[in-house]
């Protein structure tokens, strides 16, 4: 029987300052962030090069009923799944907006009708 590659999964509710650690917080309040969503996790992941995988139909066990989603990373080089967090949590910081950019709505003024 074949083995399967080790890999650890993320979910937004692990980085995101609103939440206790009892409702799932891995990281300490002071280093969380604001409003973490799953975007954030997977450009993290791309700044640091790591393989991962987007599953947006799994939700988190604590929070089932409001969980977006997770990314499942194969880390090469990582040790362990409290450093992975640690460097998702750095990279993620940093991050002001990962969203795109939403497109500036002009008015039309409606035309004078010609006398």
Request: proline letters at 5%.
């Amino acid at each position: 029987m074949l083995r399967k590659t080790r890999s650890f999964v993320l979910y937004p509710e692990y980085f995101d300052k609103k939440l206790s650690r009892k409702d799932g917080r891995k990281v300490p309040r002071s280093k969380a962030v604001e409003d973490c969503k799953l975007s954030k996790i997977v450009y993290a992941c791309k700044y640091l090069e790591l393989n991962y995988t987007i599953e947006k139909d799994k939700q988190y066990s604590k929070n089932w009923w409001k969980s977006e989603g997770r990314v499942v990373v194969n880390p090469e080089g990582i040790a362990n799944k409290t450093e992975l967090i640690r460097k998702i949590t750095n990279v993620a910081r940093k991050l002001k907006r990962v969203e795109k950019p939403t497109q500036k709505k002009t008015k039309n003024k409606p035309k004078q009708p010609k006398k």
